[in-house]
């Protein structure tokens, strides 16, 4: 058989464990987001895709798609914890999952996971082909939009506490590693 050409799949296969890594936080997880930018088709298709790489014992800040889209998530390797929230702030699901396991987040409804310690490794199909998520740590909190005086009504706290609370969040982080 001939060596493939690149020409022959360009725009329509992607390696994701060599592409470019969307995020990448040391001791934390790393990402690859599959949408048209660097996976044409998916346009068409109307899906995107993210594999994520979990470091063993960190976790994944709580996020949620705010472009309404759903997920469709399979543990590809590893195992930890998941745990969903609806709408109305109800959990709907708390759970152990290992390889092999799948389940699927509804649209607005917000995910959050922990690796065990050999960590864990995840594969979402999204429906959505330029998925946009948010999360609720990180460079894109949806705190960081708070005023103080805000977030100090919202949790009934002193201005001390929601000093402490907003000090607390690193600038760019959606995955945290474990504590020492």
């Avoid at 063993?56 to 195992?79: E, H, N, W």
């Avoid at 103080?148 to 009934?156: H, M, R, S, Y």
Wanted: glycine letters at 8%.
């Amino acid at each position: 058989m001939p060596e493939p050409k690149k020409e022959h799949y360009n725009g329509m296969a992607l390696n994701c464990e060599e592409a470019p890594l969307d995020v990448d936080i040391k001791d934390g997880g790393k990402v690859v987001v599959l949408n048209t930018k660097n996976l044409p088709l998916v346009g068409e298709v109307g899906l995107g895709a993210d594999l994520v790489r979990l470091n063993g014992k960190a976790m994944c800040s709580p996020g949620f798609s705010c472009d309404s889209a759903l997920q469709v998530t399979y543990i590809v390797r590893g195992s930890g914890r998941v745990q969903v929230v609806g709408v109305d702030g109800k959990r709907v699901l708390e759970t152990t999952i290992k390889a092999g396991s799948l389940f699927i987040v509804p649209r607005f409804f917000v995910v959050s996971k922990i690796a065990d310690p050999d960590g864990m490794d995840w594969f979402s199909i999204i429906t959505t082909p330029n998925p946009v998520f948010t999360h609720l740590a990180g460079r894109t909190s949806v705190w960081k939009a708070l005023s103080p005086e805000v977030l100090q009504a919202a949790f009934g706290v002193p201005p001390d506490v929601e000093q402490k609370f907003s000090s607390k969040r690193k600038a760019e982080e959606i995955f945290f590693p474990p504590p020492n």
